[in-house]
């Protein structure tokens, strides 16, 4: 049953329907994510996993600890994913979120134990897995102000089963991996603030946090923000409600400022950005060609076009446009915005990865759009919009088991033209290509010592075997 977004619903849904949409979408999302092996998901998690040993084993994030890494940064090879810190420290470019996440996977590996750089990997996709079973809740339980159990737990499992979820978030410690639970939980609050409007205490200081983490979600930022400051203005005492929820995201984000000013000397994580422009004259480049080609490619490339991985997300964005609801209007914006950034950086395919994972946060707003809208869409387009939404868990599902690197991303994604080349695309890659059982390697195997006592006694991260 769909209810009219302008007022509170009437009652909750019934509670034994509701207990159990949830549970199923937590169970299934956290299963699909342990279905393949834990390959190796390009060099952006693999920072993560190794900050999440720091933390363990050092309380500190700084990197300096892994011997392979203190060592290549001495011959000034530091990796990709590192750089130096304002204070000196070796940093991850990705923040400290993806670290911080994967510690609590790590607390049960001892000191001094056997591991390889694949245990790691096994270990922490536990904490991924945990943060997308929890987003897709969070989203499960912003559909419930809208639409009945069944149809907020599938609309849910197309977000958190579809290539922005299990099949790529919830196997390693990507940046969006630890802000996206943050950035889903605003759309609860959102959703039920007509009849809690305290829920709306919450929502800048979600996004603050979320935002923090992952710069890039700007666009997104904006037309949720926009949204809110909506929902405000017909809450009961607005005026209250936004002292208190500014003074509340300045508390939550006043850490992760201080983190980020003492890794990076800026208060947002710019490590990547400052990185990138070490190697390139443009990361984020104005030029006309390089949005129109960002964009195109990002619709319609038959290797990263969100209509071919997602299709429910145009479809979601056409909805909320012609929404007459002003507020979801602004999170169609913030959805445009969120393309528009993505198109402009010069890495706009995202690398290895399955599908667009620039645009991963897309597709879990995506089915909040479709119920949102106010009125019920005509029965042919809910029609249309259920098969959509179909395909996208179908291509998440043909990731979750058959996608890996070497099948087609690490042969053609660097190739001129591999993007758009119609024959040998992910898709056929993923059918055609044979398995391989052998583990992919995106860092020194190992083994290692797992908080192996240095020389002077201090704990380290993980350590080579002598």
């Known amino acids: 049953m769909t209810v009219d977004p302008h007022s509170a619903p009437t009652s909750s849904p019934p509670a034994w329907p509701t207990a159990a949409a949830l549970a199923v979408v937590a169970v299934l999302t956290f299963a699909a994510c342990f279905v393949q092996p834990a390959r190796g998901q390009g060099r952006d998690t693999v920072a993560g996993r190794l900050g999440a040993a720091a933390v363990v084993c050092n309380g500190s994030l700084d990197l300096a600890g892994v011997d392979w890494v203190r060592d290549a940064a001495a011959k000034h090879q530091t990796p990709y994913f590192a750089t130096a810190g304002a204070d000196g420290a070796i940093v991850s470019i990705f923040g400290r979120g993806p670290a911080l996440l994967g510690a609590v996977a790590l607390q049960g590996l001892a000191p001094g134990q056997t591991v390889t750089d694949r245990d790691l990997r096994y270990a922490v996709r ?178 990263r076009g969100i209509l071919w991985y997602a299709p429910l997300v145009p479809a979601a964005v056409w909805l909320g446009w012609r929404s007459k609801l002003p507020w979801t209007r602004a999170l169609s914006m913030g959805l445009v915005l ?43 387009v809910r029609a249309w919009l259920g098969a959509l939404a179909l395909w996208t868990i179908a291509v998440g599902a043909l990731g979750i088991w058959r996608y890996d690197p070497r099948a087609w991303d690490l042969r053609r994604l660097e190739v001129p033209g591999g993007v758009w080349d119609v024959a040998d695309n992910p898709f056929t890659a993923l059918v055609t290509q044979p398995r391989h059982h052998e583990p992919l390697v995106d860092a020194p195997r190992g083994p290692f010592r797992f908080c192996a006592p240095q020389p002077l006694g201090d704990l380290a991260a993980p350590r080579p075997l002598p």
């Open 338 to 380: 969120h393309f528009c950034l993505a198109a402009v950086f010069h890495n706009w395919s995202g690398g290895i990865a399955f599908g667009p994972r620039l645009l991963a946060e897309a597709a879990w707003l995506a089915p909040f759009l479709v119920v949102a809208g106010g009125e019920p869409p005509p029965r042919r």
């Open 126 to 303: 536990w904490s991924a897995a945990a943060a997308v079973a929890l987003s897709a809740v969070l989203l499960a339980l912003a559909l419930l102000a809208f639409t009945s159990p069944t149809a907020a737990a599938g609309l849910a499992l197309a977000a958190s089963v579809s290539f922005a979820g299990s099949p790529s978030l919830g196997q390693g410690l990507w940046q969006q991996t630890a802000c996206l639970p943050f950035l889903i939980a605003t759309l609860p609050c959102l959703a039920w603030s007509r009849r809690f409007h305290w829920l709306l205490l919450l929502v800048p200081a979600l996004l603050g946090l979320a935002l923090l983490q992952r710069p890039a979600l700007g666009g997104l930022a904006f037309g949720l923000g926009l949204a809110w400051l909506m929902r405000v203005r017909a809450a009961p005492d607005p005026a209250r409600i936004a002292v208190w929820a500014g003074a509340l995201a300045l508390l939550a984000g006043a850490p992760l400022v201080c983190a980020n000013l003492a890794d990076f000397g800026s208060p947002l994580p710019l490590g990547q950005f400052i990185r990138n422009q070490a190697w390139i004259d443009e990361p984020l480049s104005q030029r006309p060609t390089r949005f129109l080609t960002g964009m195109t490619g990002l619709l319609v490339s038959p290797a």
